[in-house]
Nanobody
Framework: VQLQASGGGLVQAGGSLRLSCAASGRTFRRYIMGWFRQAPGKEREFVAS????????RYADSVKGRFTVSRDSAKVTAYLQMNSLKPEDTAVYYCAAGMLVTMTPKDFDSWGQGTEVTVSS
C-alpha cells in the first residue's frame, strides 16, 4: 500500500485544516487507516483511526471533539478534519495503514511521507 498525505500548512489558533491521505495499491477494505503526529523532540503519537470497512473511528483524548476522521471509499482517500486548532497541535502529521485496531505506531505497516501543520498563537 502506498500512501500520500497532503493538506498541511500554517494556521492561526482556532482555525481549521483538512488533511488528506490518498491510498493506492492493494484493496483497502480490510485496512485500518491511522493518523499520527510527531512534534519536535517528541515521540510519534496516535491521533485518530478509522476502520475502513465499517467507518468506525477512534480518537486520542487530546483531539476528541475537535478532529474528525473519515474516508471516501470511491476515492480511496482518508481525511482528518481538524477544527479549533491549538498551538500544541503543531507537528508533522502522518497517515498509516495496518491490519490491527491499535494505537501503536509500530503496528502499522505502511506510512505516508508526512505533512507539516503549524498552529500559531
Amino acid at each position: 500500500v502506498q500512501l500520500q498525505a497532503s493538506g498541511g500548512g500554517l494556521v492561526q489558533a482556532g482555525g481549521s485544516l483538512r488533511l488528506s491521505c490518498a491510498a493506492s495499491g492493494r484493496t483497502f477494505r480490510r485496512y485500518i487507516m491511522g493518523w499520527f503526529r510527531q512534534a519536535p523532540g517528541k515521540e510519534r503519537e496516535f491521533v485518530a483511526s478509522i476502520i475502513w470497512s465499517l467507518g468506525s473511528t477512534r480518537y486520542a483524548d487530546s483531539v476528541k471533539g475537535r478532529f474528525t476522521v473519515s474516508r471516501d471509499s470511491a476515492k480511496v482517500t482518508a481525511y482528518l478534519q481538524m477544527n479549533s486548532l491549538k498551538p500544541e497541535d503543531t507537528a508533522v502529521y502522518y497517515c498509516a495503514a495496518g491490519m490491527l485496531v491499535t494505537m501503536t505506531p509500530k503496528d502499522f505497516d505502511s506510512w505516508g511521507q508526512g505533512t507539516e501543520v503549524t498552529v500559531s498563537s
